[in-house]
């Protein structure tokens, strides 16, 4: 007696009963109905999702004599025989073990001769990607020109491997990964034909090890089934796959919240006596900071959290115990112990040591909420941490955003007084800095040659970043008499001058704005000088990197300095900057 697989027994019949792609069987169907069928259909997308299932369906619709609104009637010989196979007009090609020119080349010879059964010859041609590049070559120009009758049928994985011939002489079709509830829907409809019931855990692990597969699902049912009679518990898939259960993670999380090592190091110890894999253990416990991640910042994301309700509600209590900070660090270390752990032939040592590590973690300071605490101890009128004049540093380090002008708008009026006008949006403090700056004599490069030099390149990167880039790499001089801006360039930057001759007026009017005179404005080519110095001066000043910011946060402020080097801050990585400013500065 064969057993017939589930994934074959209860392949779609129609493009109706194929699950989670719509978008495809709807097009094909209504093509099928018109007769406007293209002569090659390339149909792309993950593993299990339906392709093979679709192209054979549309051969059967091509050679069905009595289709039903545009799908395959399945009861007459045609449709039946190409289900079994052996339908000599539908021929399946696995290019993975055909993948020569001689095989192409005979395909190509086949499809000459007229359909020997039914209406139409169809090539079906499985993971297209796998053929060499002289097969793809010798399939091109029967796809430039197919005889009258003939239809080629592609699938694959990898679409990016296939020339971009082939894919413009092709109707391509993308499929995507079943959602959680269309996979859950079909596999309970399976089961129940089969006569099996699936407890609602049961149900939620196939599907979660299912990945948008139903394939994969179907399969993932068929081996559960073929262990257990009636009724198919959450117990029954952990046993039959060996998953490891969600209330470990659990346990894991109290551990963290109590700086338990001992318990921590003994559910590894548990999973290693049980023979599970370590491996897997260290990539769920990243699932596990993402879901506690989640709910830390709206319980309602809890949807997007595959556990059962009792385990949520307790997994939300848990998150409650965290900063976001915390467990944005602890997805970003435990993905790295994974990594290293996937790898290592010491998996045991490395998963200890990282739930050692997890267990000892300190919770991150923000420093601008540090200093924003100690100015609210030292009271009104005292000197805080930020005393020196500095810039509070946020985030671990990372510098705040500068300072809002007062409300009588000194700052403004101390920069317009040196000819360096901030317009809105932009940083006052910092044009009010160079003001006291040139006040004191205190600087240097091109802003004593030229005050304001820096702030006009700072709004060219603003509003003409392609002018301003190559400013940076001349070297200003300014005549007060004639009204006279000349910006020197080295010999071999004939380019950037080149391209910014026709923005010289431009220059002259946003020149002649911000230092509140006329400004003419010349570019001289050959002149040796400090260009490369320049530029780096003036780079740090318009588009200064994190640390150089940190440095001179530090360096106004030597309280802010004591305390990034007493805490050992660091600014944060790119894109979490954002998370923590204060809201307050708009």
């Known amino acids: 007696m064969s057993y017939e697989a589930i994934a074959r027994k ?9 699950v989670g792609q719509s978008h495809v069987t709807d097009t094909l169907c209504a093509a099928v109905r018109r007769d406007k069928l293209s002569h090659a259909y390339l149909f792309s997308g993950p593993r299990g999702c339906g392709k093979t299932t679709v192209a054979r369906l549309l051969a059967k619709a091509i050679n069905c004599p009595s289709p039903v609104d545009g799908d395959p009637c399945g009861k007459c010989e045609s449709c039946r025989a190409i289900a079994r196979g052996s339908y000599l007009d539908v021929l399946e090609i696995d290019a993975a073990s055909n993948t020569g020119v001689d095989n192409i080349r005979e395909l190509r010879d086949m499809a000459q001769y007229s359909p020997s059964e039914g209406s139409n010859r169809v090539f079906i041609i499985d993971e297209v990607h796998m053929l060499s590049k ?3 070559n010798a399939l091109l120009k029967i796809l430039e020109e197919p005889p009258a009758r003939v239809f080629f049928f592609f699938a694959t994985t990898e679409v990016h491997k296939i020339p971009r011939t082939i894919l413009s002489r092709c109707q391509r079709f993308d499929f995507r990964l079943l959602s959680q509830g269309e996979l859950e829907g079909r596999l309970a409809e399976v089961a129940a034909a089969e006569g099996a019931q699936l407890e609602p855990g049961a149900l939620r692990l196939l599907v979660s ?7 994969d699902g179907l399969s993932l049912l068929d081996q559960v089934l073929a262990s257990c009679e009636g009724g198919v518990t959450e117990q029954n898939v952990v046993e039959t796959f060996g998953l490891i259960r969600s209330e470990i993670y659990l346990d894991l999380n109290d551990a963290i919240v109590d700086h338990d090592p001992g318990r921590a190091l003994a559910l590894v110890d548990s999973l290693a006596r049980a023979g599970q894999s370590l491996g897997t253990f260290a990539r769920g416990i990243v699932t596990d900071f993402r879901n506690l991640m989640l709910l830390k910042i709206d319980p309602e994301l809890g949807r997007m959290v595959d556990l059962p309700a009792d385990q949520l509600e307790r997994l939300a209590r848990q998150a409650a115990r965290f900063s976001e900070q915390d467990l944005l660090a602890l997805i970003e270390r435990a993905s790295g112990h994974f990594e290293r752990i996937h790898r290592s032939t010491q998996p045991r040592i490395l998963l200890e040591a990282a739930v050692v590590e997890y267990t000892r973690f300190e919770s991150r300071i923000l420093l601008a909420d540090l200093a924003r605490r100690l100015e609210a101890l030292a009271g009104p009128g005292q000197p805080g941490p930020t005393a020196g004049g500095g810039r509070p540093a946020t985030a671990a380090g990372t510098p705040d955003r500068a300072p809002k002008p007062d409300a009588g708008g000194r700052d403004r009026r101390r920069a317009q007084g040196h000819g360096v006008v901030r317009e809105a949006g932009g940083s006052v403090a910092a ?35 392609r002018v301003g880039a190559c400013l940076m790499n001349g070297l200003p001089s300014f005549d007060p008499q004639q009204g006279k801006l000349v910006i020197a360039f080295a010999a071999d930057k004939e380019f950037q001058v080149g391209s910014i001759q026709g923005d010289r007026e431009r220059i002259a009017q946003l020149a002649s704005r911000l230092w509140q005179k006329p400004v003419k404005v010349e570019l001289v080519l050959g002149r040796q000088g400090q260009q490369e110095t320049v530029r780096e001066d003036i780079r740090k000043q318009v588009a200064p990197t994190r640390n150089e910011e940190l440095k001179r ?21 790119p894109g979490e900057q954002e998370q923590w400013d204060d809201p307050a500065d708009g």
């Not at 090890?209 to 394939?215: I, K, M």
């Not at 946060?553 to 990585?573: I, K, Q």
Request: aromatic share 6%; glycine share 6%; charged share 25%.
């Open 209 to 215: 090890l299912a990945e948008g597969s139903l394939r």
């Open 431 to 465: 044009a009010a800095k160079l003001a006291d700056a040139a006040e004191a004599g205190d600087l240097t490069g091109t802003d004593a040659e030229v005050p304001g030099w820096t702030r006009l390149i700072e709004v060219l990167m603003q509003k003409a970043p």
């Open 553 to 573: 946060a530090c360096a106004d402020d030597p309280a802010l300095d004591s305390l990034v080097e007493m805490m050992d801050a660091a600014p944060l990585p």
């Open 10 to 18: 209860y392949r779609p019949e129609t493009f109706a009963e194929v």
């Open 134 to 136: 002289g097969a793809f």
